[in-house]
């Protein structure tokens, strides 16, 4: 049973489209994250947001963090063929100082 | 600053043998994170380890199994290896606390 689940798993869309991301759970968290990863690298670090109903602007990035702190959004605007990659939303709950990842969304964003 | 790194960065077993994989992390770090990135599954969470002792294990055999070292480096050991661990395996480093976590690249393992 996935704790975070993340949608869609897949998204081709074409250069300047804008998109975004789910990631949801039953469970509360004390702050979530948000990482990218590329082919043969491990992910890295975009955004944490910690406050119910926090939202943070990256860029062409805006992240939010449900009310309840259960969920949270990616939307990306106008997006690139840069942005494309593996997006990974993680949760972390006070107990065991570990991060609970969703399972991922692909992007791919065409020319 | 030089980064977490792993290694080696690719390997390839046969089913039944005995793997080692390592982690350097970042100079100050004293949390090393493992996971396991199988296909289509996200990040699976192994181990976690602060200052030389485990401090929490997620739902794998115990064939999975790992150390920290007082220089904070890590080893990740998995026995009796199996056609369904074949996997990226990341490991990544923190200071305590709920500070960001930083990846390595990752070992490839693939198990034949």
């Known amino acids: 049973t996935q704790l975070l689940e993340q949608s869609p798993q897949f998204l081709s869309i074409q250069e300047g489209e804008n998109l975004t991301v789910y990631c949801n759970s039953s469970?509360?968290?004390?702050?979530l994250q948000w990482y990218r990863q590329e082919p043969g690298e491990g992910p890295v670090l975009l955004v944490t947001v910690v406050t119910g109903g926090e939202v943070k602007k990256l860029k062409r990035l805006t992240f939010q963090f449900g009310d309840a702190r259960k969920d949270s959004s990616l939307h990306i605007t106008a997006a690139q063929p840069g942005d494309t990659g593996l997006y990974l939303c993680?949760?972390?709950?006070?107990?065991?100082?570990?991060?609970?990842f969703g399972q991922g969304t692909e992007l791919s964003v065409k020319p | 600053e030089a980064g977490v790194t792993q290694s080696p960065t690719h390997l390839i077993k046969t089913r039944g043998q005995q793997v080692t994989l390592r982690c350097s992390p970042i100079s100050g770090h004293t949390s090393v994170y493992w996971y396991q990135q199988a296909l289509g599954l996200g990040l699976q969470f192994l181990l976690w380890y602060d200052e030389g002792e485990e401090r929490n294990r997620g739902n794998f055999p115990p064939r999975f199994s790992g150390r920290q070292f007082p220089n904070y480096s890590s080893e990740l050991n998995v026995n009796a290896l199996e056609l369904e661990d074949s996997a990226l395996y990341l490991c990544?480093?923190?200071?305590?606390?709920?500070?960001?976590?930083?990846f390595g690249n990752g070992t490839r393992l693939t198990v034949t």
């Open positions: 990544a480093s923190r200071v305590r606390g709920n500070s960001p976590l930083h």
């Open positions: 993680a949760g972390v709950k006070n107990q065991g100082g570990k991060l609970i």
């Open positions: 469970s509360v968290f004390s702050s």
